[in-house]
């Protein structure tokens, strides 16, 4: 017997509940009226940038993890030398650590030499402490107030790719965007820019009056996450909760907690079609490595698990039930979700969410699907099932949200989600052999090293007491001296109308 449909009022309620956990969890709100489009890997991501930036006639914006000293590099450099020499306000935030090199070397130089503007986020320092481990993963670009680039691409030739290698350009996706969420966009650089120094020029804070021609129709948000915020992470659990048909996921160094792998199982055992593109080399080889790990207590679920056959994939999205997406910067692991600053752009609508969903369809057929064989049941790779999967990204009208037993089981999942915190253990199976042989073999030759060499263990760890002690002493000082300081401070004198009611005060007492 079909489960009846619940009342307009019900479903009004219901979808008010929905944008309130989504708003909240996000801590942003959903912002209509934007144009937004999608931009696939350095071929359209790096044009389009260069483009912006040469025709911008009154500021550029840019709040990115890697500045390289290579060609393309080089070339947003002079562009942007270009246009801070044109009298164009020029803004820069790079990454210490992300553009180290760059930072060190005489990259710089040029544009400091035009007048524009440039700090280093987070650079060593005797009071950054443990505080130096958060870093600025942001990848953001905004042009004369009102045009907004957000993806996971940074400024580095690595995603054109090395031809004279014989290496393919790095699979990313960014997204352009006009309208309205441009004042967000704004607000994040200028509260990044603000970390780093002093605060942004009231005057730039706000964008140009909008043309006619800047609006359009999508509804997204800009979720601009701050270290120990998590954010990013309660909005990625909320969507495995709320996916009813579908979630595909692409993330460049997938290191899921526990909580968000059993909300994937979840999902998936609940009848969601869950899949997981992820690389299958990358330029960080131990965390690919300790992702696969992951894959059997989430093949075994029901989740599909691909790994892109070419050198890289770097992109960090989502699609769900073929209506909500997300384009940017956060990976799906802690360091993403809790200790740096990231950048992403989630999208609620539906002609977006189809088109990053079919590219997500045509980045499978250049990727093996890993899948359980054999006797044991081991993950083994193959390469994709040949399937109809145009059928899973819209769900039919007839499966609107039905009543309370769908509540029940988002509800159900939720709790599992919250529920592995406490309980949240799994058994290793033997096919997972290598890949705990591989950090195996790797933690014993790093014993054997610092058995031979204690000096590896003993001057990291020296130096990071030194930093954190420092820190908290340099720290103490300030606050003694601000204390005394206020104690040397002479008093304020009284107004004549508090010393007038002092008296009356006291005349009152006497009698």
């Not at 509260?191 to 909008?210: K, T, Y």
């Not at 990291?460 to 103490?476: D, E, H, N, R």
Request: charged share 20%.
């Amino acid at each position: 017997m079909p489960i009846p449909s619940p009342a307009p009022s019900n479903q009004d309620l219901i979808r008010h509940l929905a944008e309130q956990a989504l708003s909240r969890s996000a801590g942003a709100p959903l912002v209509g009226g934007n144009q937004v489009e999608l931009l696939y890997d350095s071929v359209e991501n790096f044009p389009a940038w260069e483009q912006a930036i040469a025709s911008s006639q009154d500021s550029v914006f840019i709040e990115m993890y890697i500045f390289a000293n290579d060609a393309f590099g080089l070339r947003m450099r002079d562009l942007l030398t270009e246009r801070a020499l044109a009298g164009v306000k020029v803004c820069v935030l790079y990454d210490w650590l992300g553009s180290w090199k760059a930072h060190l070397g005489s990259f710089f130089k040029p544009l400091l030499a035009a007048g524009a503007e440039l700090r280093a986020y987070n650079p060593p320092s005797l009071t950054s402490g443990l505080s130096m481990l958060g870093r600025n993963h942001r990848k953001l670009i905004v042009i004369d107030r009102r045009t907004v680039f957000v993806s996971g691409l940074c400024i580095s030739s690595s995603w054109e790719g090395r031809p004279e290698r014989g290496l393919a350009p790095w699979r990313d996706t960014g997204v352009k965007l006009c309208g309205p969420l441009a004042a967000d966009a704004l607000a994040a650089f200028a509260d990044s820019w603000a970390s780093c120094g002093s605060p942004l020029p009231e005057a730039w804070l706000s964008p140009p009056p909008e043309p006619e021609e800047a609006r359009g129709s999508v509804a997204a948000r800009l979720i601009a996450t701050t270290p120990a915020t998590a954010q990013m992470m309660r909005l990625d659990l909320l969507i495995a909760c709320f996916a009813r048909r579908t979630l595909w996921l692409t993330d460049a160094y997938f290191m899921g907690t526990s909580m968000y792998l059993t909300a994937l199982k979840q999902a998936a055992r609940d009848g969601v079609d869950v899949r997981l593109l992820v690389p299958r080399s990358s330029d960080i080889g131990w965390i690919a490595t300790v992702s696969r790990t992951q894959y059997r207590p989430l093949l075994e679920a029901g989740v599909r698990v691909f790994e892109w056959d070419g050198p890289m994939i770097h992109a960090k999205t989502a699609v769900a039930d073929g209506r909500w997406a997300r384009i940017g910067s956060t990976n799906l692991n802690l360091s993403s979700w809790l200790a740096n600053r990231e950048l992403d752009v989630a999208v609620e609508d539906q002609a977006l969410a189809e088109k990053l969903a079919q590219q997500f369809l045509l980045d499978l057929d250049h990727s093996t699907e890993v899948i359980l064989a054999g006797q044991r049941r081991r993950p083994t790779l193959t390469k994709p099932r040949p399937k109809d999967y145009h059928g899973l990204l819209l769900p039919p009208r007839t499966a609107a949200i039905s009543g309370a037993s769908a509540a029940a089981r988002q509800a159900a999942r939720i709790g599992d989600a919250l529920g592995v915190v406490v309980r949240g253990t799994r058994t290793v199976d033997a096919s997972e052999a290598s890949a705990f042989l591989t950090i195996g073999v790797a933690l014993l030759i790093c014993a054997g090293l610092i058995a031979f060499f204690p000096w590896l263990v003993a001057g990291p760890l020296l130096f990071l007491l030194l930093l954190s002690g420092g820190a908290i002493v340099a720290k103490a000082c300030g606050l003694y001296w601000s204390r005394r300081g206020k104690k040397q401070q002479p008093p304020l004198p009284r107004q004549p109308s508090q010393d007038a009611d002092k008296d009356n005060q006291n005349s009152q007492l006497d009698d």
